[in-house]
């Protein structure tokens, strides 16, 4: 599971991490791709493979805060790696919006990359 399918771009995202075991966590989100990220936290350290939710506030992106469910793969010292979790019931959970979002938070980190080159 350790394995990544996509290129991950920086981004810099304040987020709120529901942890079951510990509650609400804050964390910021320092890179992104289509199947994962990368959040810093205080608490760097979380039980492999537990499930969690990630909320987003993305105001260019949405009005709303966006909720993308989520599962611990790996911890450094830093933070932890999670996977976006895809089974049928969170991709209707995680809806259009969130995956809009995701690939909306990529473009601008790609045209971000192109006008500084």
């Excluded at 350790?2 to 079951?20: A, C, E, G, Q």
């Excluded at 994962?36 to 760097?44: C, H, N, S």
């Excluded at 009005?63 to 911890?75: E, K, L, S, V």
Aim: proline residues 3%; aromatic residues 6%.
């Amino acid at each position: 599971m350790n394995k990544r399918w996509n290129s991950r771009k920086s981004v810099d995202i304040n987020l709120v991490i529901n942890y079951p075991a510990i509650g609400l966590l804050r964390g910021k989100a320092t890179n992104i791709s289509h199947d994962g990220m990368f959040i810093e936290t205080v608490v760097a350290s979380l039980s492999h493979y537990s499930d969690i939710e990630i909320t987003l506030n993305v105001p260019a992106l949405s009005d709303t805060p966006i909720q993308i469910p989520a599962i611990i793969i790996h911890n450094s010292g830093k933070g932890f790696g999670v996977m976006f979790r895809n089974s049928a019931a969170e991709q209707e959970k995680f809806s259009d919006k969130g995956i809009n979002a995701i690939q909306q938070l990529l473009n601008q980190q790609q045209n971000q990359q192109k006008w500084a080159s």
